[in-house]
């Protein structure tokens, strides 16, 4: 099933996606609970209405070189255990929304990636039982000014700005393996990145386990499993799409920010 939330009448309303026509739900919360949800009898054309990300995240952790092939290209050896960083709520984005190019950067890059929903509350979750907490899998595009990565240091500057986030366009109940699915990169229609996530360095159930060993996951909340080989540059007026089969194709072009000033110390 591909639950959506979407806004239709200047309100939030939540909904499965069949083809082109949302079939309307009702949930009792702000988030998709998808224990919670019954059919209100009513259905809207997509086009009728505007997609949101199909959850709303506390926290995004992500993997940092998670396939051999972008660890080879980044010319970085592959770690022991998990890189994991965070992107902040605020950087979050639905399908069809800008990507904003910061002026403080001059190299903005694109990563696709399969992103991971947490739907029940995880702690100390082992391997072997974390695919039961998770809800479904959506596209993301873990975009970074690659510019502010240094290889050695914190790179949370380079992936937090706003709109750096994209998620969607729908959350997938239905898939039982994560790491049978393969993930593509559009950039304005050409193929620039394809790997099967079998090819994971670490696998979704083991980074659910590292992950909760630490902090709490709640539900909503959002994993990114890192990007293959393939990154690019983006630039204002490109066009890139996530497309994982059986998930959807997330789509988002890029503008330039606006002209506000911003403090010395920013640049
Ligand atoms: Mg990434």
């Known amino acids: ?42 259905q809207f054309e997509t086009a009728a209405v505007k997609l949101l990300t199909p959850c709303l995240p506390s926290k995004i952790i992500c993997l940092g070189l998670n396939y051999r ?49 947490i739907g029940q509350r995880a702690y100390r979750t082992a391997a072997s039982e974390a695919l039961d907490y998770v809800a479904g899998y959506t596209c993301a ?22 709109t750096f986030c994209p998620l969607g366009p729908a959350l997938e109940t239905g898939i039982t393996d994560p790491e049978s699915l393969v993930v593509r990169g559009y950039l304005n229609g050409k193929l620039v990145q394809e790997a099967p996530t079998a090819d994971h360095y670490f ?36 066009s890139f799409e996530v497309s994982i089969e059986g998930i959807g194709t997330l789509v988002n072009r890029v503008e330039t920010a606006g002209q506000a000033d911003l403090p010395a110390g920013n640049i």
């Not at 639905?94 to 002026?103: D, L, V």
């Not at 975009?143 to 992936?159: H, L, S």
């Not at 979704?204 to 293959?228: K, N, R, Y």
């Open 1 to 42: 099933m591909k639950l959506v939330r979407f806004l239709e009448n200047e309100a939030v309303r939540f909904g499965r996606l069949e083809e082109d026509i949302i079939i309307e739900l009702e949930s009792t919360g702000p988030d998709l609970d998808i224990n919670r949800l019954s059919g209100t009898g009513r």
């Open 69 to 117: 092939s972008h660890a080879e290209e980044m010319k970085h050896p592959l770690p022991k255990k998990p890189i994991i960083f965070l992107k902040p709520s605020t950087s979050v984005i639905g399908t069809g929304e800008p990507i904003i190019y910061p002026p403080q950067s001059k190299r903005v890059d694109y990563e696709a990636e399969l992103a991971v929903v």
């Open 141 to 162: 595009n873990d975009v970074t000014a690659r510019d502010k990565q240094p290889k050695e240091g914190q790179w949370t500057y380079a992936k937090s700005f706003d």
């Open 203 to 238: 696998t979704v159930a083991d980074i659910i386990e590292f992950v909760s060993g630490c902090m709490t996951l709640l539900p909503g909340d959002v994993i990114l499993t890192g990007t293959p080989s393939g990154i690019g540059s983006l630039n204002p007026g490109d």
